[in-house]
């Protein structure tokens, strides 16, 4: 019996690494590291909202944006990061796809990912791994793929 290949996504609001594992040798997938600066909010909107008065009096309001426009960066990166896993699993074979992401980054990917790639997520890791050396993340990660999580 062949061991399981398993694909693992290690992402963050802005950094997103992609590594293949059989067993406990874990490596990391040349050309899919994604790096995506996130400014401030106050550096991505207008200067200010807008402005409305009152129908009777002088009275005036600031509009409330619509959405986030730092939240709308971090939703795009997770469709980037999606469709960059869509064109890896068409030349990587894999059985299984563990997600390691904060909380909010997961709920962004589970949107983002095609039916077929949500067939293969077997686990959702709510962890910041991104930020740690990469010898004890593949150490990590080693222990993930085996089932260990």
């Given at each position: ?10 992402a963050?609001?802005?950094?997103a690494?992609?590594y293949?594992?059989?067993g ?10 994604l ?5 401030p909010s106050?550096?991505?909107?207008d ?7 009152e129908?009777?009096?002088?009275t005036?309001?600031a509009y409330?944006?619509?959405t986030?426009?730092h ?7 997770a469709e980037?990061?999606?469709?960059r896993?869509?064109?890896l699993?068409?030349s ?12 909010a980054?997961?709920?962004d ?5 095609g039916?077929e ?5 077997h686990?959702?890791i ?7 050396p990469e010898?004890?993340l593949?150490t990590?990660?080693?222990t993930?793929?085996?089932?260990e999580?």
């Amino acid at each position: 019996m062949r061991p399981a290949r398993t694909l693992m996504l290690v992402a963050d609001a802005g950094r997103a690494r992609a590594y293949l594992a059989l067993g406990h040798t874990v490596s990391a997938i040349d050309g899919f590291a994604l790096d995506e600066e996130v400014p401030p909010s106050r550096e991505i909107g207008d200067d200010r909202p807008g402005r409305a008065g009152e129908s009777v009096g002088p009275t005036r309001h600031a509009y409330e944006p619509r959405t986030d426009p730092h939240r709308e960066v971090k939703r795009r990166f997770a469709e980037t990061i999606a469709a960059r896993l869509q064109a890896l699993a068409a030349s990587v074979p894999f059985d299984r796809l563990p997600l390691i992401a904060p909380p909010a980054m997961l709920s962004d990917l589970r949107t983002a990912l095609g039916d077929e790639l949500k067939k293969r997520v077997h686990v959702e890791i709510d962890k910041d791994l991104t930020k740690l050396p990469e010898a004890e993340l593949i150490t990590r990660l080693g222990t993930i793929a085996a089932g260990e999580t």
